[in-house]
């Protein structure tokens, strides 16, 4: 059984729903949902969850802290990575929150892979 079928998290905790201040939708269809991620400096956003794998690619780093409830289990380096070098694979992820701990806002594009990668079924 894939990890799509054991979620336990409802969908008001949807980085869209539960927090929409840092997350928009740039396009969505069946196959995949690309978000505009943006946090803002000295902001922590709220906690909320991701389903799908995605492909997440930073254009303007910040440094962050990342937080599963009030536990910080992250923390980028003083020197994040230059703008528009940074793409990364990301599993599904529970909940958690990133809070910008530098002086400018934090960008970012997720590409979400609704299919997980696999074709549609046939219909």
Do not use: C
Request: charged share 25%; proline share 11%; net charge negative.
């Amino acid at each position: 059984m894939g990890a799509e079928h054991d979620w336990t998290w409802p969908p008001s905790m949807d980085a869209v729903v539960a927090a929409p201040g840092s997350h928009r939708v740039l396009f969505d269809n069946d196959d995949v949902r690309v978000l505009e991620v943006t946090i803002a400096a000295g902001h922590r956003e709220p906690e909320h969850t991701h389903r799908d794998p995605s492909v997440m690619i930073v254009d303007v780093p910040a440094r962050i802290r990342y937080y599963q409830g009030d536990t910080l289990t992250f923390s980028s380096p003083a020197d994040p990575v230059p703008a528009g070098t940074r793409a990364s694979w990301m599993a599904p992820e529970g909940p958690h929150s990133v809070e910008n701990v530098d002086d400018h806002p934090y960008h970012a594009i997720r590409v979400e892979l609704k299919t997980h990668g696999r074709a549609r079924p046939s219909q």
